[in-house]
């Protein structure tokens, strides 16, 4: 492809080593198309400052002008016509549209005017009419705009038709949409174009021809207009600032005069004159929308405001849309991530778990392959580097420090050894899954060979030697390697959330381990308690069995009737024992097992229940029953009577010794919880050893002076706790003892 240069400018070669650092703000000069006046922000209305083109388009030296009053600069009627604008609450730092004046010399102007640093700054352009704008004919095409955009969804489309209504408004030969990449090249998105002028359509502008601080500048002042980019600048007189003595801020004057780097790059390219619009999303230069004409070209006021309307507007569905693409992706996104997470919850080995979920995690990350990294232990599935390289890999990543979720998409330039395997690890997202160990997830994306069009080889690809404003915008193509499709920011704070939703399962499932050891810790002691107990409670009454058995045998021709019975009893008490101790030992067993069936519980139902169950147990002893008020709770009404009769059991057994025994059953709400408390006058215990109270065939009294199995409190425990509440007691001997036991309000199964 070629470009038209003007036959009558030859390309020059400008320096260029020092454009980042060019004064572009402070030029000290203005396009002649127009000219300014600096007054005081506050007061009289003296000039200050003057372009030197003043004599020129208002008659009047700009040495002149200093200190005189703006109506002997510009004429009594307009300053008398400007007067009530600038009294009525004041210009601020975008320009404003002050109306459109005669001066004394009969040429009119239209007068935009900013505040900026103690100054007000009055911009008359040369208009080509006597009346101020009208805006009936344009403001139908914003309308028309609107009703067209909002039938479409995708940003090119938009783009294109954004392209073609600013070329009808303005008549620039070739108008065109861009958007900046992350790395700041310009990607041509739309054009509108008359027959005759170079496509650039799909080509790339490279970062350099926008130096950073005119990037600033495009964020600060939405619009920029360059009539003829063979203009000669018009000098400020003073040169300085009046006030500060400091190179005078143009930022926002429509007037500024440009980098003159910059217009030799225009007359470069073929191009006279150039209007820029910003497009702005979220707070950030998106792109431009950028015209250009082989000729000079005036632009009214009117005609730019209407166009900077035209781009906030386009600005504004790009962001919707933007938006829009942007949750749904993220919702997809997370959907995968809810479903990977359901099968990670699952038991057995973490590992295989991540293994069954592969095909899934490769949806999440777009990836071609994926690895679980757990020591020297990997596992990958699709397209996967070898498990030497992915050894390499993790150590790098370790070394490095890379500890939560690290990107990139082109990893050899990370990590240099990775070049051998460009084909399918050029992108890597790597995720830590241990906060101790070398365990990572890994995603790999595929390197993509690609192609771009430059409108012109880019600064950074001329290699050594002086930078100058490129001299060509022909077409050149570069072939790219080594690089993989980008990782989108969704798919990185995903990917960050999914790491925190791993790291929350394994600290889960070593939880669930460590609650599990101990758990078996205390099956153990149990067990242990079990075996002393079928050595020694059950064989006690056994043995009991079987020497009265054999007394019996021995005296069966004696007539000693009594002292048989006496046997006889002796037999039937310690079968009764020893039935109650196999009772008591399924019943434990049944606790861990058995699932609970949660409902509504009236309390004091179930505590006279088990009152009229114990009736036998206490038959002529003198018992006072105290029964608190005791609110209604939501839990397994079989296994709390099992608790509770036990409880009341036990109190009626340490109280057999009292002339009369007192048994209080009382109740206190917490807010998240219901506490119960069975309280009696027995013999109490010492609390140096409570912490054996609840533990299974543990005894704190001699079985000769309080029969029994030494389960009962086991079980009660077992029974609470499975209701997700707790067990306590206190007490002292002879003074007797408080059993308490919580109900949560809200019961977790």
């Known amino acids: 492809m070629t470009t038209m240069m003007p036959a009558a400018t030859a390309p020059q070669h400008l320096n260029l080593s020092s454009c980042e650092q060019e004064p572009i703000r402070i030029p000290g000069s203005i396009q002649p198309h127009g000219f300014l006046l600096a007054l005081p922000q506050e007061g009289a209305r003296t000039v200050l400052q003057a372009s030197d083109n003043l004599a020129q388009l208002a008659g009047m030296p700009a040495a002149q002008a200093l200190g005189q009053e703006l109506a002997a600069v510009i004429g009594a009627p307009a300053a008398a016509q400007l007067a009530p604008e600038l009294a009525a609450g004041g210009p601020g730092m975008q320009p404003s549209y002050l109306g459109t004046v005669c001066l004394a010399n009969g040429r009119h102007f239209d007068v935009l005017a900013h505040v900026c640093d103690q100054l007000l700054l009055l911009e008359f352009e040369a208009a080509g009419r006597a009346a101020p704008p009208d805006f009936r004919h344009l403001y139908p095409k914003v309308g028309h705009f609107l009703l067209k955009i909002n039938d479409v969804q995708d940003i090119v489309e938009m783009s294109a038709l954004a392209a073609q209504q600013i070329r009808e408004v303005t008549g620039f030969g ?80 429509a007037l500024r005069s440009v980098s003159p780097i910059h217009l030799q790059y225009m007359r470069n390219m073929g191009t006279l004159a150039s209007m820029s619009v910003s497009l702005m999303v979220k707070g950030q230069l998106w792109g431009l929308i950028s015209c250009h004409n082989e000729t000079p070209m005036p632009v009214a006021f009117e005609q730019r405001a209407v166009c900077e309307q035209l781009g906030q507007i386009l600005s504004l569905c790009i962001a919707t849309r933007t938006d829009a693409g942007e949750l749904e992706f993220r919702l997809e996104v997370r959907r995968t991530m809810v479903s990977m997470l359901a099968g990670l919850t699952q038991q057995g080995d973490f590992a295989d778990n991540l293994s069954h979920v592969f095909p899934e995690l490769l949806r999440f990350a777009r990836a071609s392959g994926a690895a679980i990294v757990l020591d020297e232990r990997i596992l990958g599935h699709g397209d996967v580097p070898a498990d030497d390289a992915i050894r390499a890999l993790v150590q790098w990543l370790g070394a490095r420090g890379h500890d939560g979720v690290f990107h990139t998409d082109q990893l050899s330039r990370d990590f240099p050894p990775a070049a051998a395997c460009t084909r399918n690890a050029s992108g890597l997202l790597a995720m830590s899954i241990s906060r101790i160990h070398p365990h990572y997830l890994l995603w790999f994306r595929p390197e993509v060979v690609h192609t771009i069009d430059w409108a012109g080889k880019p600064q950074d690809k001329e290699g050594v030697g002086q930078l100058t404003p490129r001299l060509s915008f022909a077409t050149w193509r570069e072939t790219i390697h080594g690089i993989s499709a ?40 149990e067990l242990e308690a079990f075996s002393y107990s079928v050595s020694h409670d059950l064989r006690a009454p056994l043995r009991h069995i079987v020497g009265f058995s054999d007394l019996l045998m021995d005296t069966a021709g004696v007539e000693d009737v009594e002292k048989r019975r006496r046997f006889l009893k002796n037999i039937k008490d310690s079968a009764r024992l020893a039935g109650k101790l196999v009772d008591d030992l399924l019943s434990f067993s ?41 609110p209604q709770v939501h839990a397994d009404p079989t296994f709390l009577q099992l608790a509770l009769y036990n409880l009341l059991s036990n109190a009626v057994k340490f109280t057999g010794q009292k002339e009369i025994a007192r048994i209080a059953v009382t109740a206190t709400e917490q807010p998240h919880e219901v506490v119960f408390h069975v309280a009696d006058n027995g013999a109490g215990f010492n609390m140096e050893y409570v912490h054996k109270l609840f533990g299974v065939f543990q005894r704190l009294h001699r079985m000769e002076d309080f029969p029994g199995t030494g389960i009962g409190l086991a079980n009660v425990r077992r029974i609470i706790e499975r209701h997700g509440g707790r067990v306590w007691a206190a007490s002292a001997p002879g003074a007797g003892a408080t059993f308490s036991f919580s109900i949560p309000k809200d019961i977790v199964l």
């Open 174 to 253: 070739r108008v065109m949409v861009y958007q900046f990449d992350r790395e700041g090249h310009g990607h041509v998105l739309a054009e509108s174009r008359e027959a005759g002028y170079a496509s650039y359509l799909g080509q790339r502008f490279p970062a350099s021809d926008i130096p950073r601080q005119a990037r600033e500048l495009y964020m600060l002042n939405r619009i920029r207009l360059i009539q003829d980019a063979n203009y000669t600048p018009a000098r400020l007189v003073p040169q300085q600032h009046p006030l500060t003595g400091a190179p005078s801020d143009l930022s926002f004057a």
């Open 486 to 525: 980008p990782w989108h920011d969704g798919e990185i704070e995903l990917a960050a959330e999914f790491r925190g939703a791993l790291l929350g399962i394994v600290l889960e499932r070593a939880e669930q381990m460590a609650e599990l050891a101990e758990e078996l810790g205390r099956a153990n002691k």
């Open 590 to 630: 049944q606790m861990g097992r058995a699932s609970l069936h949660p409902c509504p519980v009236n309390m004091r139902e179930l505590v006279q229940g088990c009152i009229q169950k114990l009736a036998l147990d206490i038959r002529e002893r003198q018992v006072e029953w105290e029964i608190g008020a005791l």
